[in-house]
Every structure is written in C-alpha cells, then in structure tokens.
C-alpha cells in the first residue's frame, strides 16, 4: 500500500471498475430489494442535500447487495416542469429573446438541450459519490414509457369520473402566467396597508366603508357582505349600493363569514379574486367579474382610461382618484399574509380559468388507510402527524400548468368545445368521428400537466408499467423512500394514493424522512445567500478564485456579488481542501439524526478525513505485521485456545458493534453505526488493540501467541472493511482487496462480499471484564500524567491500594502489558499495613492507583487536583441522583437504562469515597515533618 492515502486516484478507478463489471445490477436472489431515487430535477446541479440523500440510499443498497438481496437502485431524473421551464427562459432573456420569440417546438427543443447537458452532470455527481445506481435503468419522467404512463394514468383516471376540467378560483402566477397548486405557494408575513373605502348607498341617503387590502380589485366587487348578527348594520342588509369608479349597482348582504372586528365590519366581496369571496359569491350566487388578464393588468371589465394597467399601477391609480372624489377615509399600516410562487417569487393572483384536476378524496382514503394499518410506516413515526392533516383535509388538486415543458395533457377539443380524452390523437379523431359521423378538424389541449402528476406514478412507471413486467413482479412494491420532510405533500401522499390506485398496494412499505441540510450557522443554502457549497468541490477541492466565481455567477441579484465574495474571502482563506468521497459520506451518516435540520460543517468532513487516515495507517500496519505470514494467500493457521485475552476481547467488541451497526441500520439511526463504527475502528481497534499486540508481534519467543494476533489482525480488519463500506465504499474496497486474500476471504469486490454477522464474534464476558480493568488502569495513569504534566516518556512506579484477590491476579497476568501500555516502571500491590507514601491517585472501581510523587511534586498541587477531581464527582452524583429522583424517569425510561444510572451512581460514590480517603492520606502525610 501507498505511505499515503490518495482518494482521488483511487475513487475514480474503483468506480469505473465497478460499472464496467456489472456490480450495480440485481443479481438473482431469492428476495429483491428495491430503492427509488427521489429523482433529482434537471435544472442544473445536485447540492449537499441530494448529496446526503444519496449517501444514505447507497448505503442502504450497499448493505442489502452484501445480504445477497437482488438490490435494485432506481435511478432517473425529473423534468420538472416550472423550474426546468424558468432555466431555459432565463437562458433565452440573456440573449434578448424571449419565449414567445420562438415557436413552441423550438423552445422545446432548447429545453431538450439543456436536459441532456443537467442530466450528465447529475450523472457525474452521483458516480463521483459511489452512487451505486444501476445505470442501465436509467429514467426520465419525460422517456417514451414513462409519458405512455402518465397518458394511461390520466385516460384511466378520466374514465372513472376522477379527472375533470372546470372553471374555479386558482392560484395565478402573473410571471409564469400559470396555475399554481396550494403547495407552489409560500405564504409570509409583510408591511402592507389598510384602505378605508366610502361606497355610496343608492338615494343620496350616505355610505357605507369598506376595509380592504386589495383597492385595485374594487371594480370585480358584486356585493358588500356584513355580519347577520352586526347590529350596525342590519338594517342596511337588501339596500344597494353605487361601486365607485364603476357604472354598477350592487347588494348588502349578510354572510357569517364576515368579522365585525376587522376593519368596521363591512367587506367588499370581489369572487373571481379572493378565494373566500368565492365561497361568499357561490352561496350568494352572485356574478363572477374578472378584471384582469393573465399578466395581471386591468383587463376591458375595467373603465377605458384604467386598462392595460399593471395590478399595483393600477392601485394607486384607483386610490387617487377615490381621494379625488371624496371616496376615500383613512389609510393605515396592516401586516398581512403575502402569497408568493416558490419559483417565481411573484405575488400571487387568485385567477378564474379553465383547469383539469383530480378529485382527490377517493384517492385519499386508501392511502390513509395504508398508514393507519401499518402498510405502510413513517420513520421517525411522528411524521405520520403531517401526513394525516394533509390527507384528512385534502381538496381537488389541479394538475394542468400553462406552460410549453412538460408532459401535454391528452385531450382534444372540436369547434364546438367538446373535449375528447384519449391516448392519443388518433383515438381522439375516432371519438369525434363516432360523435359527429364525420371527421371533423380537433386541436390538443395546450396545458401540460402539473411535473407532480408523472412523479406520482414514479415506482411503478420506471419499473415498466403500464405493462406487468418481470421487474415490476421482483420490486414492486419498492422496500424504503428516502426523502425529505418537505416533499410529503408534493409528492409521498400523491405516491401512495397513485401506487393503490394503479398497482393495488402501496409502493414502499417504509419512508425514511430526513432533515434539511443547512449550513454551520444553521442557514438555509441559497444562491443569493452565498453559502451553497457544491458536494464536489468538498470532495476534491476548489480554490478561492473558483469557488468565488461559482458563488457569484448567475446571481438572480448581482448587487450581492461584492458581499458574497467578501464573506466567501473571510470563511475560507485558502479555498476548500480536498477530503474525498468516504470523509463526506461518513460525515453526512453521521449527521443523519432524527432532528428537522441537519447543519453541516466542513470540520467534521476533515475530521473524518482524519479517519480515512487512521483506518488506511492502521491497514499498512496489519499487512506489514502479517507479510509472510499467510502462505499460498490463506489466512494464517489459529488456535482458538491460543487467543489472548485481548484478541478475545477485540473479537467480542467487533461482534457487539457489528449488532449495534445492525440494529441502528434496521431503524435507519445512520448516525448510531457510524458512531459505532467510528468509536470501534479509532479507539478500540487502532488506539488499543494495536498498540497492544505490537510488542507480541516484534518478539519472537511465542510463535502461537503470534500467530493469534496476526489471525486476529486480518480476520478483524476484513470484517470490519466489509462493515464499514455502505458507508465508506472506497477506501474499504481498496483496503480489502490487499486484506481479503491473507484473511481467506474470496471475492472480486468487497461490495460482493458478505455482509459480516455478528454471531461470527460471540460475546467474550471475561475478556471484556478483563480488558476493561487493564484499559482502566492505563487511563488512570495516563490522567495522572496528563494533570501532573509528567513526560510520556517518564518510567513511573505504580501501587495498588486496595487491591481485591481479582485486582491482584489481573496485575500478575497483565504485568507486561501494563508497563508497555501505561509506561511503567514497575507496579505491586501495597501491604495492608503499608503506609501509603505521597502520591497521586485515580480510582478504578474500588481500587486506588498510587503514582509516588517523590521528587515529581509537592502535596499541596496534588490536593488542589484531589479537590477538582472530588468537585466534578460531585456534579456527576447530583446529575445521577437527580434522575433517579425523578418519577418520569424511572417509570417510563428502559428498564436496562434505569439500572445503568444506577450502576454510574455507585461508581461515582465509590470513586467519591476512594478520592476523600486518599486526599486524607495526602493531607496528613503533609502535615508530617521533613
């Protein structure tokens, strides 16, 4: 192996390795499992939180190939209509063109371009991760199967009454000019104003004021509303009155939806906008007026001099001319919910059109009753919550987008309006032609549909239907989801209500639902922000000119490029280090917790660098101490009974942390296995283990004892390769290929390999009880010597302060040990009647370790350390004492952790004790004359 370890080199030739092989494939097996890749949209890059997804599949992918499960990652990407659509505009508008400027295929034709450009640098991202994605299924939501698929899917759904096109209030981007669906709304509070509006009762018999927020939607009002119960107002109910700036007349009337707290009581209700108008206008069956077009400018419902006004143009000018005429009482400051299109940022218009939507109610129940029985299972369970508030209060969901990018909703319309749904034109032509008799001349819907409606069927269309193919036999339903909690909505529930629909059963029986990934300060990465940070710069580096650049091209604000590039100068001097796929993927495992919001830090991605470092070290030192050893590449010949106790203990180690790694990935606590992995491989393994077979292993006299360790060396470090790889698949293969054939394992991968059992490293009590006390002792000296400041390099003597039989023994058979661990010079037990000299303490158990201090220190430094040691045992009694205390505590929590408090609370009293009895000792052996 290289002196140093260069993950660069050696990532990108074991990824090329493994695809030209055919590893990412299903093999036959007995039992399939199946991920699908929450397909990333192709409007540009994957960021760190596609990166942390990734990661977590791969891994899970990674362990299930190793069980010998046919594992089957399905990759694909989204077109993602709205966002996709925006790009390519965006494109067009720096070349001073804009969409309309070209026919509708050109523009297609552009978007196609820029697919194919996204798409392969999403595909480079995912191998430069390890992603272990079968290439060879690759999808797209706009393929010719998958576009069959939404057509079947829409054709079926229409048939059976759960399609239908109608004339409703929607959300409107005046920007995008398209429908919206509630949850392409973000909703924020702003300063906005309160408008004071004097309509005029009819007979010259005084007015009436209006409160509102929206003074430009005036000339759409058909009516005032007050409350029924409003003793102000009751008698006006049935009057009518004269719309300002308007040539109508319309009503009062009473609706219990208005508060008469807000404003004085009376509201203008203006239903073609305002979705709770709406409501007020179909009970009251009052006229829809529309004011304005598509880019919200005052349409010809307005008067003559208003028209061709933009929306807040418009307001002002409404406003002054109320003031001139008297119409307008007061105005005063108002915050209120502003709705705003996540893609566009623009304000939101409720808008009447023409839409097609699912009625979504039928939908709904099956799938809530897939969580309800357990079918289907949320991980962590409290996201159940959001998913059944959504789904109870579920409504119609309109699914067409007036966009040109996307799937063309299939549906025909005559010269008369009759619309014809149909797989495609031809069938179209034929219903038109059993309808009239004759040919007659149709044009397809413009609209395309919503990018969530082909992402609905995403299980099960990538795996081949509408056809009954082998794959959707072997994985479907797929096994886990892994996502976002942001994405419920959009795109979990519409999965699981599309999968019973089409398939019959839901399309995964678990979904792991991670945080959002922010930056260290807790900030969400945004472009305008400046802090996003691209995976791959932090796997192979970038300098600060590039990274600068990266920051502030393409900024949709320019102004913020100078403080973008000043705060990127400060943060990161010198540009970002390389680290290497496993040291991000580790540390994305790491911080997979249960936690809404996972904040990322390039400290931890060095410091798992550092791990890389410290595994692949601690690899050349097991091949180094084992060359020769195995002959004909077999793995040298071991007798169990010739085990040491620390080869014992290190077996039973790797078994109880092969179980944890086990278990923490059975309920998807990624950050437990790479804990327990991480505290395995750094301190047992590396920091104890090796150092303790080292002089064994340079000694000749014990051939048996050595062929043990170096046994133990290999068939150790190749389980642990194996155990580490979902997480670190490249450095555990590079390892492994050297490791394997000493250890007798056979393969031509690691990630072909077996996963390793835990039973193959059974529980060894009496080697763990006996390590534990050694490793105890050498940590009590090595304390000692690090609150005495005494050179590791210092021979120190050590005594035995009341030693029990087993404390005894131990001492005898680990004698040697001790010295070459703890850098003793020598160690005995003190008599019973042996007075104890001066001497620094630390306690293991009962047991006193007593470091002689002569000509090392004085007394009075060796009672201010008793002094701090006795305050922080202290502290850790009161914090045990007070959970035990604590009723909640001990009713609810496991039984094994009530017992642990319990065992930690008499350690720290009997280490409280040992202390107090040794600073008595110190004391009055001070007080002694010279």
């Not at 059976?160 to 409107?172: A, S």
């Not at 400290?603 to 097991?622: D, H, I, P, S």
Request: with cysteine; glycine share 6%; aromatic share 8%.
């Amino acid at each position: 192996m290289e002196k140093v370890y260069s993950p660069a080199e050696i990532e990108r030739r074991l990824y090329q390795r493994w695809e030209a092989a055919g590893y990412f494939a299903p093999r036959p097996a007995q039992r399939g499992y199946c991920i699908v890749i929450p397909p990333p949209n192709v409007t540009g890059t994957l960021h760190m939180g596609h990166a942390f997804q990734d990661t977590i599949m791969d891994a899970l992918i990674r362990q299930h190939r190793m069980r010998g499960d046919a594992t089957l990652w399905q990759a694909g990407t989204d077109h993602a209509g709205i966002a996709t659509q925006m790009v390519v505009e965006r494109q067009l508008n720096a070349e001073g063109l804009q969409r309309t400027d070209l026919s509708r295929e050109d523009f297609i034709a552009r978007v196609w371009a820029w697919k194919e450009q996204s798409s392969g640098t999403i595909a480079r991202q995912m191998r430069r991760l390890g992603a272990s994605v079968d290439w060879s299924r690759e999808r797209f939501t706009m393929d010719h199967g998958l576009s069959r698929a939404v057509i079947e899917a829409f054709v079926r759904l229409h048939e059976e009454g759960l399609i239908y096109r109608g004339k409703r209030l929607v959300n409107w981007d005046p920007v995008l000019r398209t429908a919206l669906s509630d949850l392409e709304v973000l909703s924020e509070q702003e300063d906005g104003q309160l408008w004071y509006l004097r309509y005029p009762l009819l007979g010259g018999a005084g007015h009436v004021v209006v409160a509102t927020t929206r003074p430009e939607t005036l000339l759409g009002d058909a009516a005032v509303a007050v409350n029924p119960d409003d003793e102000r107002y009751r008698h006006l109910i049935g009057r009518r009155l004269q719309l300002p700036l308007a040539e109508r007349e319309i009503p009062i009337i009473a609706d219990a939806y208005v508060d008469p707290a807000f404003g004085t009581g009376c509201v203008k209700i203006t239903p073609a906008h305002d979705f709770n108008d709406y409501a007020v206008g179909l009970r009251h069956h009052l006229p829809l007026i529309n004011v304005f077009t598509p880019d919200a400018r005052l349409n010809d419902n307005a008067p003559a001099a208003l028209r061709g006004l933009d929306r807040f143009e418009a307001r002002q000018r409404i406003v002054a001319e109320l003031q001139a005429a008297g119409l307008l009482e007061r105005i005063e400051p108002h915050k209120l919910m502003t709705p705003r299109g996540d893609r566009s940022g623009a304000v939101i218009e409720p808008y009447l059109t023409d839409q097609w939507y699912v009625r979504s109610a039928p939908l709904a129940e099956p799938a809530i009753a897939a969580v309800e029985s357990g079918r289907v299972r949320f991980w962590p369970a409290n996201w159940d919550k959001t998913y059944y508030q959504w789904m109870h209060n579920i409504q119609d969901w309109c699914i067409s987008r007036q966009l040109w990018w996307g799937h063309r909703i299939p549906a025909w319309y005559d010269e008369q309006g009759e619309i014809y749904v149909a797989r495609d034109a031809a069938a179209a032509a034929l219903m038109a032609r059993a309808r009239h008799g004759r040919e007659v001349p149709l044009r397809q819907d413009e609209d395309v549909l919503d990018t969530w409606f082909s992402s609905a069927l995403w299980p099960f269309s990538t795996l081949g239907w509408p056809e009954r193919t082998d794959s959707l036999q072997c994985f479907y339903p797929t096994n886990v989801l892994v996502t976002g909690f942001d994405i419920i909505f959009f795109w979990v529930a519409r999965m699981l209500m599309f999968g019973l629909k089409f398939m019959g059963e839901v399309p995964f029986a678990e979904i792991y639902v991670h945080g959002l990934v922010l930056d260290a300060e807790g900030q969400k990465m945004s472009k305008s922000k400046g802090n996003v940070i691209d995976p791959l710069d932090v796997i192979d580096g970038i300098g600060l000119e590039a990274l600068i650049a990266k920051r502030t091209s393409g900024l949709m604000q320019p102004h913020l490029a100078a403080g973008i590039e000043k705060a990127t100068r400060k943060q990161y001097p010198r540009g970002i280090d390389a680290h290497g796929t496993d040291a991000l993927r580790f540390t994305f495992a790491a911080l997979a917790t249960q936690s809404r919001e996972i904040r990322f830090d390039l400290g931890r991605v060095a410091g798992y660098r550092n791990f890389c470092n410290k595994l692949w070290n601690a690899a050349r030192f097991v091949l180094q101490s084992t060359e020769g050893a195995a002959a004909g590449g077999s793995a040298p010949a071991c007798d169990p009974a010739q085990l040491s106790a620390p080869d014992r203990w290190i077996r039973s180690r790797l078994g109880a942390t092969i179980a944890t790694v086990d278990a923490a990935l059975r309920d998807y606590r990624f950050d437990f296995a790479a804990n327990a992995l991480y505290e395995f491989t750094w301190y047992e393994f590396c920091d104890w283990y090796l150092e303790i077979v080292k002089p064994g292993l340079q000694r000749a006299h014990d051939p048996a004892a050595q062929r043990a360790a170096r046994a133990t060396l290999l068939a150790v470090l190749e389980t642990l390769l194996r155990a580490l790889h979902p997480l670190m698949p490249f450095i555990t293969e590079e390892i492994w290929q050297r490791v394997a054939p000493l250890a007798g394992a056979a393969g031509d991968s690691i990630m072909l390999a077996p996963w390793p059992r835990a039973a193959d490293f059974p529980p060894d009590t009496e080697a763990e009880e006996e390590l534990r006390w050694v490793m105890q002792v050498v940590l009590g000296i090595r304390q000692i010597r690090g609150e005495m400041d005494i050179s590791p390099a210092r021979r120190l003597p050590l005594l035995l302060q009341h030693a029990g039989a087993q404390d005894l023994q131990r001492l005898q058979r680990h004698q040697a040990l001790l010295r070459h661990l703890a850098g003793l010079e020598d160690a005995r037990a003190l008599e019973r009647t042996e007075p104890a000299p001066i001497a620094a303490a630390a306690m293991v158990g009962e047991l006193t370790l007593l470091v002689p201090m002569a000509g090392l220190i004085e007394p009075a430094g060796e009672l201010l350390r008793l002094d701090r040691r006795l305050q922080k045992i202290e502290q850790e009694l009161q914090k045990a004492r007070g959970k035990l205390a604590n009723d909640d505590f001990v009713r609810h929590a496991p039984s094994a952790v009530v017992e642990q408090e319990r065992q930690r609370l008499g350690e720290f009293e009997r280490t409280r004790a040992g202390l107090m009895r040794h600073r008595d000792q110190v004391r009055a052996l001070a007080q002694k004359p010279a």
